[in-house]
């Protein structure tokens, strides 16, 4: 598609005053565009759909019927404040996902990175960040104030609780409460989230070296049998290991948390 092409603009959509629309976007019937909404070029979004807010959407995105993005956030505590969303470039956002500003508590901005995938019915709350090329399969709901970094796949119908930390490359089963931080690479699944071993499918998929994964084997071995607590034990991890995917893992258990962490065996 043209980059300086003019928008296309259904005579039934409101574009209220103030709105920037970017080259070769298209906006269906019925859609209702904010005044603060910044969209970038070739976006497309299809008919009923309500972005709304400080919201700025990159180049690419496409957002399909009945989205309701950069309405306030579900939070009493909310009282009008300047708050924002931003949505990455090639991020495709499915029927009735909704999608909040942040909070001034939580940092005032919600983020959701490039090339992700929200499905139908996904809820993404106040203040969470998502990084690039995460799946959120239907009907999951995502809680204010989450971190999901890159690569995470989100099974449908689960739930990530407030505060939660998802690492790069972990995978969520369907139908799985999250209520507590889950390793780089990690497989949670069960009602109620059980770190149940590693991601192999994705890790294989992205073209990670047999070695890598003969390290992150050995390495979740040793956080789950391993003595002393968890945190000690990814400590010693990080003094003798050379893979980097083992390092990322160290890292993220040895920073900062709200919460404490889905271990081997736990739920």
């Known amino acids: 598609?043209?980059?300086?092409?003019?928008?296309?603009?259904?005579?039934?959509?409101?574009?209220?005053?103030?709105?920037?629309?970017?080259?070769?976007?298209?906006?269906?019937?019925?859609?209702?565009?904010?005044?603060?909404?910044?969209?970038?070029?070739?976006?497309?979004?299809?008919?009923?759909?309500?972005?709304?807010?400080?919201?700025?959407?990159?180049?690419?995105?496409?957002?399909?019927?009945?989205?309701?993005?950069?309405?306030?956030?579900?939070?009493?505590?909310?009282k009008g404040e300047k708050t924002r969303l931003e949505i990455g470039p090639r991020t495709r956002i499915r029927e009735h996902v909704t999608i909040n500003t942040g909070t001034a508590g939580g940092g005032s901005l919600t983020r959701i990175g490039a090339d992700c995938l929200l499905m139908a019915g996904c809820h993404v709350a106040h203040d969470a960040i998502l990084g690039d090329r995460v799946i959120i399969v239907n009907n999951a709901a995502i809680a204010g104030h989450c971190i999901i970094e890159d690569d995470v796949l989100v099974g449908g119908l689960s739930g990530v609780h407030q505060f939660v930390r998802i690492g790069q490359g972990a995978i969520i089963g369907a139908v799985t409460m999250v209520t507590n931080d889950v390793i780089p690479y990690g497989l949670v699944q069960a009602?109620?989230?059980?770190?149940?071993?590693?991601?192999?499918?994705?890790?294989?998929?992205?073209?990670?070296?047999?070695?890598?994964?003969?390290?992150?084997?050995?390495?979740?071995?040793?956080?789950?049998?391993?003595?002393?607590?968890?945190?000690?034990?990814?400590?010693?991890?990080?003094?003798?290991?050379?893979?980097?995917?083992?390092?990322?893992?160290?890292?993220?258990?040895?920073?900062?948390?709200?919460?404490?962490?889905?271990?081997?065996?736990?739920?």
């Open 1 to 78: 598609m043209r980059s300086d092409a003019e928008p296309q603009v259904h005579p039934s959509a409101v574009i209220e005053p103030g709105a920037q629309i970017g080259a070769g976007c298209i906006i269906g019937p019925f859609c209702l565009i904010g005044p603060e909404v910044v969209l970038g070029d070739n976006c497309v979004v299809k008919s009923h759909v309500v972005i709304t807010g400080d919201t700025t959407v990159a180049n690419d995105c496409s957002i399909f019927s009945f989205a309701c993005v950069g309405e306030i956030p579900q939070d009493q505590k909310f």
């Open 191 to 267: 009602p109620r989230g059980e770190l149940d071993g590693l991601n192999l499918v994705g890790l294989k998929r992205r073209g990670v070296a047999r070695s890598d994964i003969t390290a992150l084997r050995a390495a979740f071995q040793m956080l789950a049998q391993g003595e002393g607590a968890f945190q000690d034990r990814a400590r010693r991890l990080g003094e003798e290991t050379d893979s980097e995917y083992v390092r990322n893992i160290v890292k993220f258990v040895t920073g900062h948390s709200d919460r404490s962490f889905l271990t081997p065996g736990q739920g």
